[in-house]
């Protein structure tokens, strides 16, 4: 054999080895292609269940446990991180009946009265989510304590502080039924949950939740803190991911001079030194149709939501929930099932009256709730839990007409309409 023949011999291999690790590599991709078109296509299926295991586990159709207010006494209260800056407290309905279920990441609604100013009671509406998984005997919420940016000029938060400080075993609270369109699907899709601060309650019952009846579902969960002082229920989630083999536990330490602390050095937890944003997400997780659940600041979501879009997640595969007054703009927001543009049947344009800030703006049905609109012309709007329950953002409406989008869970007062489930029907005016 002449060089020239070796050389072309070599060539040949060389060649046929590229071709084979592109025929393979465009397999893999095509296959993988090929089974999340097939996933989301059922995903996308109105829910019928898609296997015996999901019809057991699907959510019963969920309708409020009990109408108005039902009063819950405290039966235990517990520390859940190492500052004392975060408690569960555990509440038994004081009638004795056994509880309904919700469905896990919803929340109640709280109708407390307290002395803010030292000027007698005054009402103060919170949402607080339910934090363990259901069950007939209590509920479990968990507070974070806030504390005021500037002590001297600015109290701190009412309902969390007089939760810490005032609301001993035995006190009795007011709570509206378990509500909320953030709650997790009983589909057997693999699943990431992204828990920013305190936004990591819901995640927790959503979880537990899992384990008692998907044990076999890939969970993901990315728990974003500054440091490992600001981590709550930690103990919980160590064990989650000790027992479950299908669960990974991210911890995401944003401050770069975090310690970790030696308890944490475990083989089943992943400390990132990161914040819990896209580009972890995408160097992590496979190519996989996940579903995504976030709940955190509105700074997370804000920057979150958007990106999982740009990466290709569809729209109905991201849910998220935020517990700050501060929405996400309208721009960015994914629609879950909290918002429900379909049932608008109203005309291209019409016309807003905000008459006490003295403004107008035309809105038309791409704009959302009415409550969305009104932050976006610079206008605050006292709100909570923006799904109709709490009734904080109720609204005097002085003309025109609106519809809703969702039943209210909170009775709505005459000449009044609540804005962050409404849309408008015809040109309105609020007194806001
Ligand atoms: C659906 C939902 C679920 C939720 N789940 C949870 C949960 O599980 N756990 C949880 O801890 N929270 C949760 N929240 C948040 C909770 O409802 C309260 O918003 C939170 O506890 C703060 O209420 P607060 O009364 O303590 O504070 P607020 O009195 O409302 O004050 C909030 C902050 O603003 C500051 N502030 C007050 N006045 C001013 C001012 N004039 N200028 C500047 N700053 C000011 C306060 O110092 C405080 O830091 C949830 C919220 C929603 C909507």
Known sequence: MTTFQLFLWIAAGALLQVALFLFISFWRHWSNFLYLKQKLAISTTPTVPQSAQEASTAHPTHIAAWKG????????????????????????????????????????????????????????????????????????????????????????????????DHVKVAAVLKALAPAGQFYMNANSEPVVLIGGGIGITPMIS?????????????????????????????????????????????????????????????????????????????????????????????????????????WGVPQER???????????????????SRVSTSLIQAPAKLEINFSKSNKSAQWTSEMGSLLDFAEEQGISVPSSCRSGVCGTCQTKLSKGQVTYNTEALFEIEAGCCLLCISTPTTDISLEI
Not at 84 to 99: A, T, W
Not at 237 to 246: I, K, M, Q, S
Not at 321 to 336: Q, T, V
């Open 318 to 336: 991201i849910h998220f929930e935020a517990f700050g007054p501060a929405s996400i703009s309208r721009a960015i927001k994914a629609p879950s």
């Open 69 to 164: 207010i039902r009063n819950f006494r405290v039966e235990r209260k517990v520390l859940e991180d190492s500052a004392g800056q975060v408690c569960s407290i555990y509440l038994i309905p004081e009638d004795g009946q056994p509880l309904q279920p919700f469905l896990p990441g919803q929340f109640l609604t709280f109708k407390l009265e307290i002395d803010t100013k030292g000027q007698g009671l005054k009402p103060v509406t919170r949402c607080y989510s339910l934090s363990d998984s259901p069950n007939e005997k209590y509920y479990r919420i968990t507070v974070k304590r806030l504390t005021s940016p500037d002590p001297s000029r600015v109290a701190p938060g009412v309902s969390s502080n007089y939760i810490h």
């Open 206 to 310: 959503m979880l537990k939740w899992i384990f008692e009846h998907q044990p076999d579902r890939e969970t993901w969960l990315f728990y974003g803190v500054r440091n490992t002082s600001e981590l709550a229920m930690t103990s919980q989630l160590l064990e989650f991911a000790r027992v479950h083999y299908t669960f990974q536990l991210h911890l995401c330490l944003s401050d770069p001079h975090a310690i970790e602390p030696d308890a944490l050095e475990l083989p089943f937890v992943h400390l990132h030194h990161v914040r819990a944003d896209i580009q972890l997400l995408r160097r992590l997780l496979p190519l996989k149709a996940y579903a995504f659940y976030i709940c955190g600041p509105s700074a997370m979501l804000q920057s979150l939501v958007p990106a999982l879009v740009d």
